[in-house]
């Protein structure tokens, strides 16, 4: 896996208090929406992990890094990227009508997927209690508790879980426990990866219908039916 050089462009405060950062870098080391990289800054030779970094807004030479972030990191500062790690959202080709969902209390790691959709000419509704930043006009946003109304509508969903919000996912989308989903749907696991896939920690073990998958190899994004939920 390459490890190429990026740098911390601008800082970037949300109304949570808590830092984003602009961050250049080659664009090969871009992640796809729902991937994610490993850095860190080779000033800090005694940082004790790696930070995981997810996009928020995707562009040709730079990307928004979301929080949680290393306080240390300022305008200027160098870093080394690994990556992009992981499987990110794959929609099929013919998805005309999207469906996103998060769960918790962000919902910024589907916004890149969205614009990738929209630029398709695709139709896209978020479905989000959480704060979101501007969107497109053709982005069309709802309150979550309206999720089940999009299953109709829609032939692809993606969601943002955790292990906590994946449990109460079938609620929100209106099903018993014996119905399957009438889409094709994703979803991004969000769980600690220190490890980043190297040395198989197992800290971001994922329930799975079959035995356990790992969201930093495995993921992080997954197809629905493969987890446990």
Known sequence: MQTTTGHVQ???????????????????SLPAPGQYLSAWSPEEPLAPLAATLFAGEILSDRFLALPPLPSSW???TQLALRGPLGHGFDPPETSRRIALAALGQSCR??????????ERGSAVALFTDAWFPPLPAALEANPLNHLSEALPWADFLAVEVDRTTLSRLRKGLGLHPADRLPVPAQALYLADMPCAG????GACWTPARRGLLYACSDGPVFNLDDLEW
Not at 10 to 28: D, F, M
Not at 109 to 114: D, E, F, G, K, V
Not at 198 to 201: D, F, I, N, S
Request: glycine residues 8%; contains cysteine.
């Open 10 to 28: 601008e800082i970037v405060w949300g109304p949570e208090g808590l830092q984003a950062a602009w961050i250049t870098c080659p664009p090969t």
């Open 74 to 76: 300022q305008p200027g």
């Open 109 to 118: 790691r589907l916004i890149p997927l969205a614009l990738q959709m929209l």
């Open 198 to 201: 190297l040395a198989a920690c």
